[in-house]
């Protein structure tokens, strides 16, 4: 057989489907423990709920001239973190485990934190969302190299989600003016 060829057992691939039909989409090939990946994910998702009420609060509490431009910015931010908590949230559930949206616990378990602002200080809502999508972004790479090939659906829902992130970053720069 060639060096660079390819061949799968199929039969054997089908007897183990056929015996473990209970994990779901768990296979014998998935390089991590789900407990911790379940873990790491309820961590995200409280991150993600935290950054959509902290854009919910920032965009229901603004005032000021720029009110209308940076109140869309933080809403359609606040739409695409609670998109990326309900992603979260079903992952958790593909793997065997149950979303922790417990608001007991949610400010301990994020990566970010929940200021507010005085309704008039658009400029320090800005960079604390923007401190805040830093802070998502960095830990989200981490958390890319260490899923690696070990999860490979994960890792591409935490790129994906990483990929706006970085976005978000972006757009709140621009409207503080830092490009």
């Known amino acids: 057989m060639a060096e660079n060829s390819f061949s799968l ?22 390089g991590r423990s789900t407990d911790q990946v379940i873990g ?3 961590d995200v998702l409280a991150t993600e709920i935290v950054c959509w009420m902290r854009y919910s609060q920032h965009a229901i509490a ?17 739409e695409e ?4 908590a309900m992603q979260v949230a079903e992952r958790i559930s593909q793997l065997g485990g149950s979303p922790d ?14 200021e507010t602002f005085s309704e008039s200080d658009l400029r320090g809502m800005l960079q604390d969302n923007l401190v805040a999508e830093r802070i998502v972004i960095e830990s989200y790479q981490e958390i ?27 757009d709140l720069l621009d409207l503080l003016g830092g490009k």
């Not at 057992?9 to 998935?30: F, N």
């Not at 940076?70 to 931010?77: A, P």
């Not at 973190?81 to 990326?84: D, T």
């Not at 400010?107 to 934190?113: K, Q």
């Open 101 to 114: 949206f417990d608001p007991a616990t949610l400010a301990e378990r994020s990566h970010t934190t929940y």
């Open 62 to 78: 603004a005032v000021g001239i720029d009110r209308a431009q940076v109140v869309s910015e933080f809403n359609e931010h606040a």
């Open 40 to 42: 790491v994910l309820n």
């Open 144 to 170: 890319i190299r260490w899923l690696s090939d070990g999860d490979v659906t994960t890792r591409r829902i935490m790129e994906h989600i990483l990929a706006e992130e970085e976005e978000h970053a972006d």
């Open 9 to 30: 057992d199929v039969t054997a691939i089908r007897e183990r489907a056929r015996e473990k039909m209970s994990s779901g989409p768990v296979t014998e090939s998935y």
């Open 81 to 84: 973190e609670r998109k990326h």
